[in-house]
């Protein structure tokens, strides 16, 4: 049993060393207790700060990808307006998804609908897709 083990774990390390090797910007490689493991963390893109705009974009290109290929061809003059509706509908879309009980997520939901009030009302909360909503 000790031979089969030992391949494999050459097999492993060979895989390692050859990716070590390989251009990977994206990632940096991050050693864990296992001398035969390696896992790799994504590095930022941009330590500055996005303004609203740029958050909404990046949440339509991140959780919505077909979309946000297909807002690129719009027309500039529509363009920015249509990445931030399709940030809020992230927004809404992801209620579901990042709640484990029903009555947080009626309690998030309660949250867009002042929200929106808010913003159409002229006081917009402090969150970036209701900061673009309102412009």
Known sequence: MAAPMRI???SAEFFVKSALKLDIG?????VVSSPSVI????RRISTKNFDS???CL?????????????????????K???????AFNVEIAQ??????ASNIGQMRMK???DALDRTFAGNPPEQPVTEELAK
């Open 53 to 55: 705009y740029q958050y």
């Open 39 to 42: 896992s790799y963390n994504k």
């Open 58 to 78: 990046e949440a339509v290109r991140k959780y919505d990808y077909e979309n946000y290929l297909c807002t690129l061809l719009l027309p500039e003059p529509v």
């Open 80 to 86: 920015s307006a249509a990445f931030v509706i399709r």
């Open 111 to 113: 949250f867009w609908k």
């Open 26 to 30: 994206k990632f940096t490689p991050t």
């Open 95 to 100: 209620v579901r998804d990042s709640v484990s």
């Open 8 to 10: 494999w774990y050459n």
